[in-house]
C-alpha cells in the first residue's frame, strides 16, 4: 500500500469512522491486563492467554489490533509492549499509569458519547451518573489524566527561574508536586474550593512536599487574594467556567502576582488560524457531552488576559496533554 494515500481516497473516513473499535479494545486489553502480562516478558498469543486467561481467540484479536496501532510490536508471531506502554500502561514504568484514565474513558467518557448525536442537536450535556463505585472512576480517571499534565508541563517548563507559585482555582495538586519536584527551591499555595482542597492536600502530601506547599479553601471568584508570587498558574480553570467569570479570574490572578511576574494557563484550546489540533478539538466535545463545559477559542483566551494586565508571549503544545499560554504582567 502506498505510504501516502490518495487525499480524494475514502482511507481516512474510514480511519475515523472507526476509530471507536481502536478505543474499545485498547480498553478491553488494558482491563484483561494484557500489557501487565507483557511486562514479563515477549509472548506469544497461547502465552498470553495463559497469563491473562483471555480465550486464545480474543488474545489473538486484542494483540494484533494493539500491534496494528503501534502500541504492541509482533515479530514471528511474539508480541512484546511498545517504549510508550511499558512507561504508562504496563504496571512497572516509573512514569504515570494511565490504566485509571483508560478505565475512566471505558466507564464513564464512552457511555455519553453513544447518545452524542442528542448533545450535539441540544448543546446539552448527557446526565453525569456519578453514584456508588463511578464516582471512584470518575476522580481517579481525572486526577490520573491531570497527573500526566503536570508531569508534561514539568518537562517543558522551568520552574526553577521562580520562587514562589500560586496554583490559582487549580484542579490537582499534581503541577504543584511536579514544579515542586523540578524546583527544589520554589514554595507553593493551591488556592482552590470543595473536594479539590483534600484531595489536592493527600497529592501533595504522598508527593512529599506537603511542607513547602500552603493549601486554602478559597473562592477563586470571589473574597481576598493571596499575593506576591512570582508565578501564576491556571491549570485546568477556563474550561470550567464562563467567559465572565474566566475575566475576573484572569484579573484576581494579575492581584495575586508581584511586578513581572508570569502566568501560566493550561487548558485545551480551539484555534483561528487554518490548523486545528486534534486532541482540543476533541476534547471540546468531551467536556460538552461529559458536563456542559467549554473549551475556548485560544484568541478569546488571550484577549481575557491583556484586559487583566497579563501579556501573552507563546503558547507551547505539551505532548498528549493541554497546551500553555505563557504570559508575563505588565
Known amino acids: 500500500m502506498s ?11 474510514v480511519d475515523v469512522a472507526t476509530g471507536y473499535m481502536a478505543a474499545k479494545q485498547l480498553f478491553a486489553a488494558s482491563e484483561a491486563g494484557l500489557f501487565a502480562a507483557l511486562a514479563g516478558g515477549p509472548a506469544t498469543v497461547a502465552e498470553i492467554s495463559a497469563r491473562t486467561g483471555l ?75 456519578l453514584s456508588e463505585d463511578r464516582w471512584g472512576t470518575f476522580l481517579t ?39 515542586l519536584r523540578t524546583a527544589p527551591d520554589l514554595r507553593g499555595t493551591f488556592f482552590s474550593g470543595g473536594d479539590l482542597v483534600q484531595h489536592a492536600q493527600k497529592t501533595l502530601a504522598d508527593a512529599g512536599m506537603g511542607d513547602r506547599v500552603e493549601v486554602v479553601d478559597g473562592d477563586p471568584l470571589a473574597g481576598d487574594v493571596p499575593t506576591g508570587f512570582d508565578l501564576v498558574l491556571l491549570e485546568h480553570v477556563a474550561h470550567r467556567f464562563d467567559a465572565d467569570q ?28 487554518d490548523d486545528q489540533r ?9 467536556y460538552l457531552v461529559i458536563d ?11 484577549g481575557w488576559l491583556r484586559e487583566a494586565g497579563w501579556e501573552p508571549v507563546e503558547t ?12 508575563e504582567a505588565r
Open 141 to 179: 480517571g481525572v486526577m490520573t489524566y491531570n497527573a500526566l499534565h503536570a508531569k508534561m508541563l514539568a518537562e517543558n517548563y522551568d520552574f526553577s527561574r521562580h520562587r514562589r507559585v500560586l496554583d490559582f482555582g487549580g484542579l490537582s495538586g499534581s503541577f504543584l508536586a511536579e514544579a
Open 55 to 129: 480465550p486464545g481467540r480474543t488474545a489473538r484479536i486484542l494483540a494484533d489490533a494493539m500491534a496494528s496501532l503501534d502500541l504492541l510490536t509482533r515479530a514471528d508471531g511474539v508480541y512484546t509492549n511498545s517504549p510508550s506502554v511499558t512507561r504508562y500502561l504496563s504496571g512497572t514504568g516509573d512514569d504515570v499509569d494511565l490504566r485509571p484514565f483508560l478505565a475512566f474513558l471505558d466507564g464513564i467518557s464512552y457511555g455519553h458519547w453513544l447518545g452524542f448525536g442528542e448533545t450535539a442537536r441540544t448543546a446539552l450535556p448527557a446526565n453525569l451518573d
Open 3 to 13: 505510504p501516502h494515500p490518495d487525499p480524494a481516497g475514502p482511507a481516512r473516513i
Open 246 to 273: 474566566n475575566r475576573l479570574i484572569a484579573r484576581r490572578a494579575r492581584e495575586a502576582a508581584a511586578p513581572g511576574a508570569t502566568l501560566l494557563l493550561l487548558d485545551f484550546f480551539l484555534d483561528s488560524d
Open 316 to 327: 507551547r503544545a505539551l505532548p498528549g496533554s493541554p497546551r500553555v499560554i505563557v504570559a
Open 292 to 302: 456542559g463545559t467549554t473549551v475556548y477559542p485560544e484568541d478569546e483566551v488571550r
Open 278 to 286: 486534534a486532541i482540543d478539538a476533541l476534547h471540546a466535545g468531551e
